[in-house]
């Protein structure tokens, strides 16, 4: 077919992350290895447990964040547990929310949603509980999607 294939020596893990699972234990891995810093503003009533990473900008309020785990820049997390192995991308807002082992990329916002476990969240994506009647569960879902409940 006439491309070229090269091959190249890796020094260090390397992780094939063509499937959500991988994606998320990549993560786990990178988290690993993170040293704790806070460039963020962090309330009296929150605590911080762990090594975890505060990008500046970002928000804290009556939360706990228990790493490893890091947040972007720019966040707003605000009545929220965010547990280990949990990633915030730039710019997300979490509100009344309880998440872990999980990656939520930039833009995002998740309000009033509990037990957020195992996900990879997209850009700009907006999840939150609705108050009409009945209750239930509303999708718009894309091809080739998972929703796990």
């Not at 706990?64 to 947040?71: D, N």
């Not at 280990?84 to 710019?91: A, E, F």
Request: neutral net charge; aromatic residues 6%; charged residues 25%.
């Amino acid at each position: 077919n006439g491309y070229r294939v090269e091959a190249s020596i890796v020094k260090g893990w390397w992780k094939d992350t063509g499937k959500p699972e991988d994606i998320l234990e990549a993560n786990r891995l990178v988290l690993d290895d993170i040293q704790p810093r806070n460039e963020g503003t962090v309330d009296n009533s929150s605590k911080i447990i762990g090594r975890v990473v505060i990008e500046a900008g970002t928000k804290i309020k009556n939360s706990v964040i228990k790493g490893p785990c890091i947040i972007g820049k720019n966040c707003f997390i605000s009545n929220s547990y965010i547990g280990p192995y949990t990633s915030i991308g730039d710019s997300c807002e979490i509100v009344e929310t309880e998440i872990e082992d999980g990656i939520v990329m930039e833009g995002s916002k998740i309000i009033s949603v509990k037990g957020v476990i195992e996900s990879l969240i997209g850009r700009n994506v907006k999840i939150h509980e609705h108050t009409m009647r009945p209750k239930g569960y509303r999708f718009i879902v894309g091809d080739n999607s998972s929703i796990m409940l």
